[in-house]
T-cell receptor, first 109, second 118 residues
Framework: GQSLEQPSEVTAVEGAIVQINCTYQTSGFYGLSWYQQHDGGAPTFLSYNGLDGLEETGRFSSFLSRSDSYGYLLLQELQMKDSASYFCAGILAGTALIFGKGTTLSVSS | KAGVTQTPRYLIKTRGQQVTLSCSPISGHRSVSWYQQTPGQGLQFLFEYFSETQRNKGNFPGRFSGRQFSNSRSEMNVSTLELGDSALYLC?????????????????FGAGSRLTVL
């Protein structure tokens, strides 16, 4: 089957760095994407890794290693507004994504 | 540029009824996909439409169906509703990101239609 595993919860303080890991068991993923979802809101796109390596977008970075079936999202200089759920998603084809169950990040002051 | 519009935002149905949800993608986007979100199962892919054709389908029973019109607007229908169909139904329209590869798509989600089945 196809599945993505990520921690259910992560806590951190403002200004800290947090890494959310995602491991997957599947074949045929074209890449890995990350989405953020605030309570009551819709998921919003954060990043995409189509190739192995690191992609950086401002305070957020994402990494993919196909050989290890592993990726992570790195959030730096955490802010209270970063408190949200974060989903990794494997891309099967087109816009058919398989999502992990999500990681709830709680940032405290 | 207007975002993805989903209607209705909230609805309550009873078991056995059917429901139709509507989605208008971002202007110019031809790909629309649908997802079901529940606390227990998370986000699950339902189906994807491109230029009025279903391109991919998730692992849902035949009670779940959809279609796309020539103006790219999409509808999904759930017949013979069950209690377990209570969920947030999200529609997304797609554009390419600057990344490499066939998976370099960005999904922009609508606010969703929250269905409660009693």
């Amino acid at each position: 089957g196809q599945s993505l595993e990520q921690p259910s919860e992560v806590t951190a303080v403002e200004g800290a760095i947090v890494q959310i890991n995602c491991t997957y068991q599947t074949s045929g993923f074209y890449g890995l994407s990350w989405y953020q979802q605030h309570d009551g809101g819709a998921p919003t796109f954060l990043s995409y890794n189509g190739l192995d390596g690191l992609e950086e977008t401002g305070r957020f970075s994402s990494f993919l290693s196909r050989s290890d079936s592993y990726g992570y999202l790195l959030l730096q200089e955490l802010q209270m507004k970063d408190s949200a759920s974060y989903f990794c998603a494997g891309i099967l084809a087109g816009t058919a994504l398989i999502f992990g169950k999500g990681t709830t990040l709680s940032v405290s002051s | 540029k207007a975002g993805v519009t989903q209607t209705p935002r909230y609805l309550i149905k009873t078991r056995g009824q059917q429901v139709t949800l509507s989605c208008s993608p971002i202007s110019g986007h031809r790909s629309v996909s649908w997802y079901q979100q529940t606390p227990g199962q998370g986000l699950q892919f339902l189906f994807e439409y491109f230029s009025e054709t279903q391109r991919n389908k998730g692992n849902f029973p035949g009670r779940f169906s959809g279609r796309q019109f020539s103006n790219s607007r999409s509808e999904m229908n759930v017949s013979t509703l069950e209690l377990g169909d209570s969920a947030l139904y999200l529609c997304a329209s797609t554009h390419r990101t600057s990344g490499t590869g066939p998976g370099a798509n960005v999904l922009t989600f609508g606010a969703g239609s929250r269905l409660t089945v009693l």
